[in-house]
């Protein structure tokens, strides 16, 4: 399958690395990104929850890992990154991985509306 970009909103990275403690070998190492599946903070609600009697509202986190080597892309976070994507098949499940990411701009947030006293 061909890949395709999307702008998502990333709300952080952390590298990490996983040493053999009997050997000292690093077995993995990489970047793991949380990111909501949106550009953009506006109020979701889940209708086909909320059709079956389920409470879904707001965003949902994803958590993705890429190579160590992609680090120097993570400029700042929050902030808006195009991901660069393949749909892959994995047993019987369709899935998305994410392949690159490539910096956009930082995200603000913004209040639209004063809370009531």
Same mark, same amino acid.
């Given at each position: 399958?061909?890949?395709?970009?999307?702008?998502?909103?990333?709300?952080?990275?952390?590298?990490?690395?996983? =040493?053999?403690?009997?050997?000292?070998?690093?077995?993995?190492?990489?970047?793991?990104?949380?990111?909501?599946?949106?550009?953009?903070?506006?109020? =979701?609600?889940?209708?086909?929850?909320?059709?079956?009697?389920?409470?879904?509202?707001?965003?949902?986190?994803?958590?993705?890992?890429?190579?160590?080597?992609?680090?120097?892309?993570?400029?700042?976070?929050?902030?808006?990154?195009?991901?660069?994507?393949?749909?892959?098949?994995?047993?019987?499940?369709?899935?998305?991985?994410?392949?690159?990411?490539?910096? =956009?701009?930082?995200?603000?947030?913004?209040?639209?509306?004063?809370?009531?006293?």
């Amino acid at each position: 399958m061909q890949n395709f970009k999307q702008t998502f909103l990333f709300l952080s990275a952390q590298s990490y690395r996983i =040493v053999n403690e009997a050997t000292g070998e690093v077995t993995n190492e990489g970047i793991s990104l949380r990111y909501i599946t949106s550009d953009s903070l506006d109020p =979701v609600v889940d209708e086909m929850a909320t059709s079956r009697g389920q409470l879904s509202k707001g965003q949902k986190v994803v958590k993705v890992a890429l190579p160590i080597t992609k680090l120097e892309k993570c400029k700042e976070f929050p902030a808006l990154y195009d991901a660069t994507m393949k749909f892959s098949v994995v047993g019987d499940k369709q899935q998305i991985q994410v392949l690159d990411i490539d910096y =956009v701009g930082l995200a603000k947030l913004t209040v639209d509306k004063p809370r009531p006293n």
